[in-house]
């Protein structure tokens, strides 16, 4: 254990030092160190398995994969003692066989996420139930860049989102200026336009190097019959033998995610539905206005055009009738009708006939003010729908800033297309890379079966019931390092170390949400706090773990010091190696939390 001094220049005259102890570990570390060694000053690969099999409930792990351990963490230190002039404590007898970990050692190994974080890194869920049992990693207007209003329209943010395992991907599909090609854009706005084949050609380069698992990409169409043959022509020539035929027009029960494996599907509505389509849309835009309160009718019909009829915002009202006309003489477009595997609409009518979940399957699209008003009156219905169909929700359009809502109000009922804004950061996208940190990353969890069937009472999930205590999850947050890796001296306080302070948080249905934090660790790098939060939990299948560190400011906002959800469902229980995010849920390199969880 060893001190480092830190120097701090108070009105550039005075210089304040501040000795701090780096961290040793925690009593509840030692005893168990010495309960498993057996009394030992080291414990052997042998003992270090029954303490990752009885304490951790690593159920599979072998004294092979132990050992395997021992190697690394020992490796691990032996780097750090190249880099430092301290040595590193090994084990070795005398033949150069590694023997066991000490206890400094055995805390060492604690804080390597690599090996002991809280989260399994392997697809474990069952791939071979159809695609309506998953909620899918699912992305919105997926070439925006900015707002969605006068941001550019690119591939890069498209790569972005395969590259962190989004598996549906929304282009909005529209005439370019001389109508003879496909531009990419969201449409009668000032953003700036892409190119359908770019946007194409990079998500066959992307669509697999995070996840094996399909990508469904969404067209949102407004183009004349000869450009949908020629989005037919470009898509199957790009993507080849990755695209995903369906075999039947009409499909009673959507393939399996395995069987889909390094395959793109295509998900949109029929061809056709010009003015019909136009004349719903306008309606429903003017009445999400009135809700809002907006004052620029203008603005929301540019904004969110979700679920767009196939041609129904062309300029003009004459535009469309000239349309219409030219789709009846020409028909419909074979080839493109042949690529859709998932067929999509909105509702039409009232909502509880389009929630009605008979004959063929298909997909379903509901804003979030539309989902919110259904789930008032019809909640049973939205999840019996979601067992067999696909449910999509969206940002509501005055969302111009491309912020986002909260996704459980989407999960909560069995919507598997939970469609977030991946362009920005904050809380939502947060929960979101939350969720999709389960079953190894891949962008598909399993639905809880509460979700997929009825109670033994014949009931439907319904997440406004008041349901009993399932699980009681107990949190200990031990301590954190690697700020001072991370972050210059200054960066939270130009006169004195940071004051640290932990958010322990539940996300899920109404009634298992709770806050908590612990208390404030002033004037410290190297924060322990020992404190441990229970928390009682009526849907744990639901639910996240929202972790976030701040710092103490007493005359401005607490600073960002790190944050992480992780799913409840998939927590590994016992001493875990906790790594944390920055706000744009990108890894930081060295901050960890030691932390401790158990069920009860």
């Not at 304040?16 to 509840?28: F, G, M, N, V, W």
């Not at 604690?110 to 309506?132: I, R, W």
Request: hydrophobic share 30%; glycine share 6%; with cysteine.
């Amino acid at each position: 254990m060893g001190t480092f001094t830190y120097n701090y220049k108070m009105f550039k005259c005075f210089n304040r030092k501040y000795a701090i102890t780096d961290q040793s570990p925690p009593p509840d570390v030692k005893d168990v160190f010495s309960t498993f060694s057996g009394g030992d000053i080291s414990i052997s690969a042998e003992k270090l398995r029954w303490f990752l099999v009885d304490h951790q409930g690593e159920m599979e792990c072998t004294t092979q994969d132990s050992e395997c351990i021992i190697d690394n963490v020992l490796r691990s230190l032996k780097r750090n003692q190249e880099k430092e002039t301290d040595s590193a404590v090994m084990f070795e007898s005398d033949n150069g066989v590694h023997q066991g970990l000490t206890l400094d050692d055995f805390f060492h190994f604690l804080f390597l996420d690599d090996f002991n974080g809280p989260l399994k890194s392997q697809v474990h869920h069952d791939m071979n139930a159809p695609l309506s049992h998953y909620f899918i990693y699912t992305g919105h207007n997926s070439y925006l860049t900015g707002n969605q209003l006068s941001s550019d329209c690119s591939d890069v943010p498209i790569i972005k989102a395969l590259q962190r395992g989004v598996r549906v991907i929304e282009l909005d599909l529209w005439p370019n200026s001389t109508r003879d090609d496909i531009d990419v854009v969201h449409g009668r706005t000032l953003t700036t336009p892409v190119s359908l084949a770019q946007c194409l050609k990079s998500i066959k380069e992307y669509a697999f190097v995070k996840s094996e698992y399909p990508v469904i990409i969404t067209l949102e169409d407004h183009l004349t019959p000869d450009l949908q043959a020629k989005v037919a022509e470009m898509t199957t020539q790009i993507f080849g033998e990755m695209l995903y035929y369906p075999h039947t027009d009409t499909m009673v029960e959507f393939p399996t995610p395995e069987s889909l494996k390094s395959r793109i599907l295509i998900s949109t509505k029929q061809p056709k539905e010009y003015l019909e389509c136009k004349q719903f849309k306008d309606k429903e835009i003017e009445r999400e206005l009135a809700e809002e309160g907006s004052s620029s009718p203008g603005h929301s019909t540019d904004v969110e055009s979700e679920e767009k009829c196939n041609g129904s915002d062309l300029d003009d009202q004459e535009d469309l009738i000239a349309l219409d006309k030219k789709t009846d003489q020409q028909g419909s477009t074979p080839e493109y009708k042949r690529l859709i595997t998932i067929h999509a609409g909105k509702p039409k009518g009232h909502i509880k006939d389009s929630l009605k979940a008979v004959g063929s399957v298909k997909r379903l699209s509901l804003s979030e003010q539309e989902l919110e008003r259904a789930s008032v009156s019809h909640g049973p219905d939205l999840v019996r729908f979601t067992q067999k169909n696909i449910l999509r929700v969206y940002p509501k359009g005055t969302r111009v800033n491309s912020s986002n809502y909260r996704p459980h109000i989407g999960w909560m009922y069995g919507a598997q297309m939970v469609a977030l804004n991946m362009q920005g950061h904050g809380r939502s996208l947060w929960f979101m890379e939350g969720m999709f940190r389960s079953n190894g990353g891949c962008g598909y969890v399993k639905k809880p079966k509460f979700l997929l069937e009825r109670d033994p009472e014949n009931e439907t999930f319904d997440p406004k019931r008041t349901l009993p205590v399932k699980k009681t999850l107990k949190v200990k947050v031990y301590m954190g390092n690697g700020w001072s890796s991370d972050f210059s001296k200054t960066h939270f306080d130009a006169f004195s170390p940071p004051d640290f302070y932990t958010k322990v948080c539940i996300v899920g249905v109404p009634a298992d949400r709770a806050n908590k934090k612990t208390k404030i660790i002033a004037d410290n790098w190297f924060p322990v706090w020992d404190e441990e939060f229970e928390f009682a939990l009526s849907v744990p299948e639901l639910a996240l773990l929202r972790i976030e560190v701040r710092e103490y400011d007493k005359h401005e906002k607490d600073d960002f010091g790190g944050q992480t959800c992780l799913p409840i469902s998939e927590l590994r229980p016992g001493f875990r190696s906790v790594p944390l995010y920055d706000q744009k849920g990108e890894k930081l390199k060295s901050v960890k939390l030691l932390m401790r969880f158990q069920f009860r």
